[in-house]
């Protein structure tokens, strides 16, 4: 289901909210609040909500990552991976 088939107006979700809010639980799918005709909010459940912050938190490393490529800012794997193994070693053992 495409969140453009689940458009709603905020008139509509003030006056169904708990059976909305029910539904969206219990599917994982997110619905679309308007107001006057434009899109407003995006309403989902809790655990949908996790995973895409997981996956906008994945998506900036990325990013990241790839500025860093595009602006030479990289070392040889086998001098990062020395080095994490260095680190590793001077860490405080047991947790």
Same mark, same amino acid.
């Given at each position: 289901?495409?969140?453009?088939?689940?458009?709603?107006?905020?008139?509509?979700?003030?006056?169904? =909210?708990?059976?909305?809010?029910?539904?969206?639980?219990?599917?994982?799918?997110?619905?679309?609040?308007?107001?006057?005709?434009?899109?407003?909010?995006?309403?989902?459940?809790?655990?949908?909500?996790?995973?895409?912050?997981?996956?906008?938190?994945?998506?900036?490393?990325?990013?990241?990552?790839?500025?860093?490529? =595009?602006?030479?800012?990289?070392?040889?794997?086998?001098?990062?991976? =020395?080095?994490?193994?260095?680190?590793?070693?001077? =860490?405080?053992?047991?947790?």
């Amino acid at each position: 289901m495409a969140l453009k088939d689940a458009v709603y107006s905020i008139t509509h979700f003030k006056s169904h =909210a708990a059976d909305m809010v029910r539904e969206v639980s219990r599917s994982g799918r997110p619905v679309l609040i308007t107001q006057k005709g434009e899109a407003r909010v995006v309403v989902m459940d809790a655990a949908t909500y996790g995973r895409w912050r997981d996956a906008m938190a994945m998506l900036r490393i990325v990013a990241q990552g790839e500025a860093d490529v =595009a602006a030479g800012r990289t070392v040889p794997q086998r001098e990062a991976f =020395a080095q994490a193994r260095r680190n590793l070693r001077r =860490a405080p053992k047991g947790g």
